[in-house]
């Protein structure tokens, strides 16, 4: 007798291994949530513009972080929206209070046209 060579379609499907042909694809449900980085606690912020005479005098000390420091000085920032960007966390202070007095970067430029606005008024 002669062997027939010739696979059927029935033939092949038995050949696939009954654990892969039933295993069902899971697909995630949820994508893994980013871990929030962790709010500072206890750190402060200083303001190294020039001081307004009866608004904000330079060097102020804030106990607060700087969205809550913002926010304390809204009224002022309204005034003079410069006062904002030259408000810098303390543990950013070191290097800041450089820049403010290094041509060049974008705490130097806001001190100076802040005190501009003052000097013309």
């Given at each position: 007798m002669a062997s027939n060579n010739q696979n059927t379609p029935d033939d092949k499907a038995e050949s696939i291994p009954q654990e892969t042909a039933q295993a069902p694809v899971q697909l995630p449900t949820q994508t893994p949530a980013k871990?929030?980085?962790p709010v500072e606690k206890g750190g402060f912020c200083v303001y190294l513009g020039p001081s307004i005479q009866g608004v904000i005098v330079s060097g102020t000390v804030f106990?607060?972080?700087k969205k809550a420091t913002l926010k304390e000085l809204q009224s002022v920032i309204?005034?003079?929206?410069?006062v904002a960007d030259l408000i810098v966390l303390g543990k950013n202070?070191?290097?800041?209070?450089?820049k403010v007095k290094t041509s060049g970067n974008f705490l130097y430029v806001n001190y100076n046209k802040l005190a501009g606005q003052l000097k013309s008024k």
């Open positions: 871990k929030a980085k106990s607060n972080d309204e005034k003079y929206p410069l202070l070191p290097e800041c209070r450089i």
